[in-house]
């Protein structure tokens, strides 16, 4: 089983910005998919953004414009850039990967990946 260890995280005013990073370890998944998902205090996970074997990205609604996804092959890393950060951000933020591609990368649907982070807090204040 592959390790993700996630960093980047931090506090940071609203309208500024993060990079989150996730290194993997282990096992590749150049076939696969990598993401991130996002976990605020009482409330459900919810998808932020995937990318799939070819580069193909997908990203929620709330983020999208301002959230950009990328992936280092050689370096097995996967990066969220993420600008004009809101309060609503505020949230845990997990790296998520599995070897096997598949549609739910593309819906980025939490269930049909295998191996997960820690976590990573983000915290964006007003």
């Known amino acids: 089983q592959g390790q993700l260890v996630e960093s980047g995280g931090g506090s940071v005013q609203a309208g500024g910005s993060l990079r989150l990073s996730c290194a993997a370890s282990?096992?590749?998944?150049?076939?696969?998919?990598m993401g991130w998902f996002r976990q605020a205090p009482g409330k459900g996970r919810e998808g932020v953004a995937t990318?799939?074997?070819?580069?193909?990205?997908s990203y929620a609604d709330s983020v999208q414009g301002r959230f950009t996804l990328s992936k280092d092959n050689a370096k097995n890393t996967l990066h969220l850039q993420m600008n004009s950060l809101k309060p609503e951000d505020t949230a845990m933020y997990y790296c998520?990967?599995?070897?096997?591609?598949?549609?739910?990368?593309?819906?980025?649907?939490?269930?049909?990946?295998?191996?997960w982070g820690q976590g990573t807090q983000v915290t964006v204040s007003s």
């Open positions: 998520a990967a599995d070897f096997r591609g598949g549609s739910y990368c593309y819906t980025i649907y939490a269930g049909g990946f295998g191996n």
């Open positions: 282990g096992y590749t998944y150049s076939h696969g998919c």
């Open positions: 990318i799939d074997s070819d580069g193909t990205t």
